[in-house]
């Protein structure tokens, strides 16, 4: 049974740094596309960004400030955040792309 556990949520100022991370079992991990999206309150769900192998895709609206990574042997992949903004501020969730498996979201507000 595939599972995606995600974690490192937190409240931060403006301008501050955190690190998500996603947690895998049950899945060859190696073969995933891990991707992380977001939910603000009263918004759809949008894509943040995925990572295959070494290929990254990242939203505009977060290029420069995230970055995703993985690391296959520990079956764990990353989504570091720094120059956070207010309008950062969602439920934050991985998912194995194009498949129906999600973690069970983690909390980011960025407030000052």
């Known amino acids: 049974q595939v599972q995606l556990v995600d974690s490192g949520g937190g409240s931060v100022q403006p301008g501050g740094s955190l690190r998500l991370s996603c947690s895998a079992s049950?899945?060859?991990?190696?073969?995933?596309?891990v991707a992380w999206w977001r939910q603000a309150p009263g918004k759809a769900r949008e894509f943040v960004a995925r990572i295959y192998n070494t290929n990254t895709v990242y939203a505009d609206s977060v290029k420069g400030r995230f970055t995703i990574s993985r690391d296959n042997t520990k079956n764990i992949a990353h989504l570091e955040m720094n120059n956070l903004r207010p309008e950062d501020t969602a439920v934050y969730y991985c998912n194995s792309w194009n498949t129906h498996y999600w973690g069970q979201g983690t909390q980011v507000t960025v407030s000052g």
């Open positions: 049950g899945v060859i991990f190696r073969e995933l596309i």
